[in-house]
């Protein structure tokens, strides 16, 4: 058995719970245009989501993923160290794709169509969580945080070798990736690349630098 095919049997109940998730992402993609899942996920604005969101988003932010890494390391090394490193892998593939991309964050496509007088009525209606700073520049695909947030779950998933928690890690990553759109910071694509570069690239990761002892001597 070759190292991918054991990170595959510690994460396969996390892994097939996160498969069905991407082909409905990909689904409704297909299906509906970038301006149509945009103004249907602008119009669920609620007082708690306005509250709640803005939290949770945190979750996929670089001082989360700190925080994250040292209070692991009080408790499994291997596992924090395991976290740190596939945290610095996935985030730069995001970092380099946001620049390679260069596509405009929700707010700057919207008043480029205005700019370019392609006026969608609708854009006269964009809703924005008060007391939420709304980006406004080229770097909005991927989204960094839902990268982020798929990277932690994917890692404490294989650590945590439990189904509960596992699937707990994963709806905590899926509301990270949502806050984004909530917030009007990244498009649904952003999103769902983000939650695939996390998952895939953290699984191949866990092949290449736990699954060969990379971290083998450091204590649990």
């Known amino acids: 058995m070759n190292q991918l095919q054991k990170v595959y049997q510690q994460l396969k109940y996390f892994i097939w719970a996160y498969l069905p998730l991407l082909a409905v992402l990909i689904g409704i993609k297909l299906s509906a245009s970038r301006e149509d899942i945009y103004f249907f996920v602008n119009g669920l604005h609620t007082a708690w989501g306005d509250w709640f969101f803005p939290l949770i988003t945190h979750l996929g932010s670089t001082g989360a993923a700190v925080m994250l890494v040292v209070v692991l390391f009080f408790f499994n090394r291997r596992a924090s160290f395991v ?15 946001k620049f390679m991309v260069a596509f405009p964050r929700p707010h700057r496509y919207f008043e480029q ?24 520049n080229f770097r909005s695909f991927p989204s960094g945080h839902t990268i982020c947030a798929f990277t932690a779950a994917t890692v404490l998933a ?8 596992m699937m707990v890690f994963l709806l905590l990553a899926m509301l990270v ?13 952003d ?24 971290a083998a001597g450091m204590k649990s």
């Open 158 to 165: 294989y650590f945590a070798k439990n189904r509960i928690l």
């Open 113 to 136: 169509l205005i700019q370019k007088a392609t006026v969608d009525p609708r854009i006269q209606h964009i809703y924005y969580v008060p007391g939420v700073d709304v980006l406004d």
């Open 177 to 189: 990736g949502y806050s984004r759109m909530y917030m009007s910071q990244h498009f649904f694509e």
């Open 191 to 214: 999103v769902t690349a983000g939650s695939a570069l996390g998952v895939f690239l953290t699984i191949a990761w866990l092949a290449f630098i736990d699954g060969k002892g990379y």
């Open 83 to 97: 976290l740190a490193t596939a945290y610095c892998f996935t985030s730069l593939v995001g970092f380099v794709l």
